[in-house]
């Protein structure tokens, strides 16, 4: 486009033209330096969660995008609800420059709804200042984003084993998903275990234990209040509302049609892993 006039009239005009042309020249390259640079770490995340061994074209990657590869990593993925709001470049950018994060801690971008958190473990640092780190980082996009965000944490280990705390990570994300909060792997137990089973060891499992009354509500209800009253007979009645001959009925009639007797622990065990099972299943479908 052209400017024709006085030039003198013009000159001022033309100098803000050409000064504004040149700020959004060099924030359009900002800014596609910055999604090469996410795009980038992305990548290199994925080849070193499957790369068994570090040639050197892999360490000169890491050299270039300035990572360590000589220090301890603990992985954690934060997942929160993707909306519009989210997929903007700016906000990225904030979460991505969180404050917070020491040197040798690395934030990457992972797919539209989550961010993964490796955190530079040193052997003087403790477990609770890690737990403290993660707690403030979650604080901090659950701020920023005005949505709920859930955090998986692995443990520390040594960076060739990265893999390994990211599954734990992901794993621990599953839990955190359905409470809406953090949880680190090392603090899970049984559900260690049931990550580990296959879908069809888990609905085979729910046959042989509570599938003969598992759609009739009042027995499946009844037995979850059992498990939340630390079964407490008197307590698990109250807070059902109902008679204590009438919870006696219920468990009598549970153990009739699943050859499980609550007040055997053995058997308990059994019926409180059937319904987690199920409370699992449900969740995930």
Request: hydrophobic share 40%; charged share 30%; glycine share 4%.
């Amino acid at each position: 486009m052209a400017i024709t006039g006085n030039p003198d009239e013009i000159s001022p005009f033309a100098e803000i033209i050409r000064k504004l042309t040149e700020l959004f020249i060099s924030e359009s390259y900002f800014a596609e330096q910055l999604d090469w640079q996410a795009r980038a770490m992305e990548g290199f995340m994925f080849d070193w969660l499957q790369t068994k061994e570090w040639d050197p074209a892999f360490k000169e990657r890491a050299h270039l995008l300035k990572i360590n590869l000589s220090v301890d990593r603990q992985a954690s993925i934060a997942e929160f609800r993707q909306n519009s709001q989210l997929l903007h470049r700016d906000l990225w950018n904030r979460i991505l420059s969180w404050k917070e994060a020491g040197p040798n801690d690395i934030l990457i971008r992972w797919g539209n709804d989550r961010i993964v958190l490796l955190a530079g473990v040193s052997s003087a640092e403790k477990d609770r200042s890690i737990r403290e780190k993660i707690t403030r980082f979650h604080r901090f996009l659950e701020n920023l984003l005005a949505a709920k965000v859930s955090i998986g944490t692995g443990k520390p280990l040594p960076p060739i084993s990265l893999s390994e705390s990211f599954m734990q990570a992901e794993r621990a994300l599953k839990i955190a998903k359905d409470r809406g909060n953090i949880i680190f792997d090392q603090d899970l137990t049984i559900e260690m275990i049931f990550d580990d089973l296959s879908p069809e060891t888990k609905k085979d499992f729910i046959e042989r234990t509570i599938g003969t009354f598992m759609y009739e509500e009042d027995l499946m209800v009844t037995l979850k209040e059992l498990f939340r009253q630390n079964h407490s007979l008197k307590n698990t009645a109250e807070a059902l509302h109902i008679h204590i001959n009438t919870l006696h009925y219920r468990l009598k009639k549970i153990s009739e049609l699943s050859g499980l007797y609550p007040s055997n622990l053995n058997d308990l065990m059994k019926l409180f892993i059937a319904v987690k099972l199920l409370e699992e299943g449900t969740k995930n479908n």
